[in-house]
């Protein structure tokens, strides 16, 4: 490592943990709204709210963290040794992540249109999608089992 890089990188890995931190928090609320927000009819007082609440989460809070889980996780996997499996492995379910959250942002779209046609439940079991994928994630990082 340059000196720069090891004199910074527990900060760097600090900022990407507070990001993903960030990051997950809105992909296990967002949903949750998403259940709240079935319940509610199409321009009553609820809906509204939950409209705003929703956008809120997915631009200021899920986008930038988003970002900043890659701008420091891209840093930290420059110093990476690449031909650790566990890394591999952890990307495909981080790509999963993104998928998700790509996911969500398209479906915020729909309840801001008043055009959802999925029940609560549906939203229910995304809900857990997320956190399944974190589980692998954290199991990958920590253990590093190959």
Avoid at 19 to 37: E, T
Avoid at 91 to 107: D, N
Wanted: aromatic share 14%; with cysteine.
């Amino acid at each position: 490592m340059t000196a720069f890089i090891t004199d910074w990188y527990a900060w760097i890995k600090a900022l990407h943990v507070i990001a993903v931190i960030a990051w997950m928090a809105g992909l296990l609320y967002l949903p949750r709204l998403f259940v709240y927000h079935c319940a509610a009819a199409p321009g009553s007082e609820l809906s509204e709210t939950l409209k705003v609440m929703e956008w809120r989460l997915l631009r200021a809070i899920m986008n930038p963290a988003q970002g900043a889980v890659f701008v420091f996780g891209g840093m930290l996997l420059w110093l990476q040794d690449w031909s650790q499996g566990w890394l591999h492995t952890k990307l495909v379910l981080v790509a999963g992540l993104v998928v998700v959250h790509h996911l969500f942002a398209l479906w915020r779209k729909d309840f801001a249109a008043d055009r959802n046609r999925r029940p609560a439940r549906f939203y229910r079991l995304w809900n857990e999608v997320p956190t399944l994928l974190m589980i692998g994630i954290v199991i990958l990082v920590i253990v590093r089992p190959f």
